[in-house]
């Protein structure tokens, strides 16, 4: 590309040539789904109507279902797209496994702790609450249960200042193991109704979007995002190894700490207001490695766009497939996602075990 | 038969007709969450004014042809509108609350039932469809004859009453089976019928131990008709050994009713209980 070079003043950038393209391209894409997520519902909408929703003149009922129900559930489904392909693909690169999800150090699990725990205790604690704040019970409850078992995972792993990636790993699935056992107990102790509350949360979904969970998921997101966003050369050295990593100067320590307390904000946050919504984390950070190469300076932006794309694309499809119904959005992620994981695992076999 | 219900109907299109023609309130497009309401709605002879009913909506048969807006619980506010409702009758348990509440946003009137698992509750169900469809005095004239029914429907349960330990399955599966507790809506229609429920000491429907089942020693097994009419959970009961070793399987007394019918609480309850009362104390 001429241009580029041009405007870097000769300098050749360390990217194939293609790559600014590819970032082109997504971001068309993406405002694409964006704008199909506004224009496209179960409820058949003009021009006008859309325009007057965005613009926030809402008079008509159709304006009003633009800026009250699926602008939020847009803007929602953007944080969350990032929230979930920026940690996935800094703790891929951290724990340099790339099965890695924010699944495995206990965040989804704590949030599900804490969101079943609201649903099943709902009448014992709302009773002690102002009825305004009933809505808000179940994501902080979800955020509180995330941050208190990734921290926990972290701080059983650490030991003489050092955390081990391998106790990491095994402390994740032995708290995940524990926080499952803990939802068992409350599927136990729920009733009916509670049951089918707790199956549904837990597939997630981006209905209960409105603008005031819209703007505290995004203010926590923003700020885990943008520290993640800058943490490319960090995580690249750690694809040297630890040991080379911390030889090249790099405190291996700090960086392991900062990608859990980053991670733990951004998937508690977006866990807390959606859901635990599968396979974005996974998926997103392979598909950016896939079109961008390993760079992670280029991986993360190239996920987040791919994460956001994903999850917009799902939401659309579970919206609009069978209405006035809608299946939740876990369904539709996990069905792309499935099969990818499939395919993933199939390819690297063949590969022979070398590093993706 | 027939003409007689086309006319009722044609009767029921000229009234409707007459108060939109006088700019009425009435609602005429409305969305129906809930099975016993949607039963009332029909009963009440408004069925054509449905556009949307929930998963639980199963009778009458013409709900079938109603738009589906999925479970109760879980019902999508964007969905809902697309049907354009001018009201929503939603079951107590109307959710989730951030759709519920986007709904009332875009200026849909949501109505939402009084919780009901009871004869009253039942009566009271019919007056508030009553009232928000605009058939107040109809609603009346129904719910009096509801009550009538359910006072004679009880009466004549508690005279045949043998005081039959009843326990209600949910549904069998390979770890267990689920059985409603106190305080569930098969509770209260097992005691209606004049029956006494064996499984006690706890609430809701749970998963009930071998030998707990064993030592409640039920003397009649009540399940619910799975919708293709079929009893494939019914031979299972029979096969588990704390069911094959109660009364109940010794003396053939398995009982199927219709779930909606059984547990819905809706204007069919003084029926349910007359089926139950009679099939348990045979």
């Keep these: 590309m001429p241009l580029v070079r041009a405007m870097t003043g000769g300098f050749t950038p360390p990217w194939p040539s293609k790559t600014p393209g590819i970032f082109v391209l997504l971001l068309g894409v993406l405002i694409v789904v964006a704008l199909a997520e506004l224009a496209i519902g179960p409820v058949n909408l003009s021009l006008q109507e859309i325009i007057a929703g965005i613009s926030l003149s809402a008079d008509s009922q159709g304006s009003i279902i633009v800026s009250y129900i699926r602008a939020p559930r847009l803007a929602l489904g953007l944080v969350v797209g990032t929230a979930l392909a920026l940690s996935g693909c800094a703790l891929q690169g951290v724990l340099r496994n790339p099965l890695a999800d924010p699944g495995l150090i206990g965040v989804s699990t704590g949030a599900s702790v804490g969101a079943l725990s609201a649903i099943v205790f709902k009448d014992v604690m709302l009773g002690m609450l102002p009825p305004e704040s009933h809505v808000y019970v179940l994501p902080i409850a979800a955020f509180a249960g995330a941050g208190v078992v990734t921290g926990f995972v972290f701080s059983v792993s650490r030991r003489g200042g050092a955390t081990s990636i391998a106790t990491l790993i095994l402390a994740g699935v032995a708290v995940n193991a524990i926080a499952l056992a803990m939802i068992g107990s409350l599927i136990y102790i729920s009733d009916d109704q509670q049951l089918r509350d707790m199956t549904f949360w837990m597939m997630g979904s981006l209905g209960a979007a409105n603008w005031t969970l819209v703007t505290v998921s995004f203010a926590i997101v923003a700020v885990a995002a943008f520290f993640l966003f800058r943490m490319g050369r960090e995580l690249d050295l750690f694809q040297l190894g630890e040991r080379a990593a911390y030889h090249s100067g790099l405190d291996t320590e700090r960086t392991k700490r900062k990608v859990a307390v980053l991670c733990a904000l951004a998937v508690g946050g977006v866990t807390a207001a959606a859901g635990p919504i599968g396979f974005i984390g996974l998926m997103a950070p392979h598909m950016a490695r896939l079109i961008v190469g390993p760079r992670h300076a280029l991986v993360l932006p190239a996920a987040a766009l791919m994460g956001t794309i994903l999850l917009l694309m799902a939401d659309l499809g579970v919206r609009n497939a069978v209405p006035p119904a809608e299946p939740p959005i876990g369904l539709a992620t996990s069905m792309i996602g499935g099969p990818f994981f499939l395919w993933l695992l199939l390819t690297r076999m063949k590969r022979d075990g070398l590093n993706a | ?282």
């Design chain 2, 1 to 282: 038969m027939y003409p007689l219900r086309r006319l009722s109907v044609f009767m029921v299109c000229l009234v409707v007709g007459a108060a939109a023609a006088h700019a009425d309130t009435r609602p005429l497009r409305v969305v129906s969450a809930g099975g016993d309401l949607t039963e009332i709605v029909y009963a009440l002879g408004a069925g054509d004014r449905l556009v949307g009913v929930d998963s639980t909506s199963r009778h009458p048969g013409e709900t079938q042809k109603k738009a589906q807006i999925g479970y109760v619980r879980r019902v999508s506010a964007e969905g809902v509108l697309s049907l354009k409702p001018d009201l929503v009758l939603g079951a107590n348990d109307l959710g989730p609350p951030p759709a519920v509440e986007q709904l009332r946003a875009t200026g849909v009137r949501v109505a939402i039932a009084p919780e009901g698992d009871s004869p009253d509750g039942v009566l009271d169900k019919i007056l508030f469809v009553g009232r928000h469809l605009g058939l107040d005095d109809e609603a009346r004239r129904l719910a009096g004859e509801i009550r009538e029914e359910m006072t004679r429907a009880i009466e004549t349960a508690a005279k045949s009453s043998r005081g039959r330990k009843v326990i209600f399955v949910l549904s069998v599966g390979d770890s267990g089976v689920l059985v409603g507790g106190e305080n569930t809506a098969a509770d209260a229609i097992i005691r209606l019928a004049g029956g006494e429920n064996a499984a006690r000491g706890f609430e809701g429907y749970k998963p009930m131990s071998r030998e707990s089942i064993l030592q409640a020693q039920p003397e009649v097994v009540l399940m619910m008709k799975n919708r293709q009419g079929g009893h494939r959970s019914t031979d299972r009961i029979l096969d588990r050994p704390e069911f094959s070793m109660t009364p109940a399987v010794a003396s053939g007394s398995l009982v199927t009713m219709d779930g909606l019918l059984l547990l819905g609480f809706g204007p069919r309850t003084p029926k349910a209980v007359a089926e139950l009362s009679s099939a348990i104390n045979r």
